[in-house]
């Protein structure tokens, strides 16, 4: 598997010769995926060494020492970090890059701190939609093969589960979308892209009745109902008996 992503890599380096990029950026959000992030930064960084690699999503928050020692990391961007990285591409190419609250260095991060992390998006609202032209939509499928994409509605979970990182990421306070914005964005990605299937990737969909309520009002509102279907993930004991 490995060995497919190399080549798959080394596909996409081809292609772009002329492409000279400042920034490598890579997410990751599951720590199953750290072989296939490591070998990623490995390849790229050897096409494009002067390029300045950055790592962030759930994965690199939870390790970002660990991931530092790797002489190909650059820096680590702790947290929700639409902000913090708008704000390092910004300082980039001036004197404040290294100072942009939770992005670390191997020199800034001292050993077995806790690393500061990126200013928290608080207004979900403000945030685009995702740049959906630029995926391989039709690549995702659900599992009877009809297309499906995924959509966030809300961040942060209440629970505290000890198992989960969640809470320590994205706190435990739950900041939601208006569920007029999540209509809309439904409504975008059926009209746009013919998708007909939504997978809510919140991590505990149900923490307020009444929210959800007003979004079932609003699908039904814009004829969702008939055309497009979701699925949530929550707890047993936030789902009505």
């Known amino acids: 598997m490995l060995g497919g992503l190399r080549r798959r890599l080394f596909g996409i380096s081809s292609k772009a010769v002329d492409f000279q990029p400042d920034i490598l950026a890579f997410s990751a959000i599951f720590s199953s995926a750290h ?3 490591m070998r990623a930064v490995e390849v790229l960084k050897a096409h494009w060494p002067e390029a300045v690699s950055v790592l962030g999503g759930m994965h690199p928050s939870n390790c970002a020492d660990a991931l530092l020692e790797h002489p190909q990391v650059d820096y680590v961007g702790v947290g929700e970090a639409e902000i913090g990285f708008t704000d390092f591409v910004r300082a980039f190419n001036g004197p404040d890059r290294g ?10 991060l001292q050993p077995g701190a806790c690393p500061v992390q990126c200013e928290m998006p608080q207004e979900l609202d403000a945030l685009p939609f995702p740049d959906r032209a630029r995926l391989p939509n039709h690549l995702y499928r659900t ?6 994409t995924c959509i966030i509605a809300m961040r942060g979970c209440p629970a505290g589960c000890t198992y989960c990182n969640v809470p ?9 979308r208006a569920a007029s914005s999540v209509v809309a964005e439904m409504e975008q990605v059926l009209a ?11 991590d505990t969909f149900t923490t307020s009745r009444a929210w959800v309520m007003d979004l079932c009002d609003q699908i ?13 993930l929550t707890r047993p ?5």
């Open 35 to 37: 072989p296939f992030l």
């Open 99 to 108: 100072l942009v609250q939770g992005f670390h260095t191997r020199e800034s």
């Open 143 to 148: 599992i009877d093969a009809q297309p499906m």
């Open 168 to 176: 320590a990421i994205a706190g435990q306070r739950v900041r939601r």
């Open 192 to 202: 746009r892209w013919r998708i007909h299937h939504v997978a809510f990737l919140d």
């Open 220 to 232: 039904h509102a814009a004829g969702l109902q008939e055309s497009m279907s979701w699925s949530v």
């Open 237 to 241: 004991d936030l789902v009505d008996p």
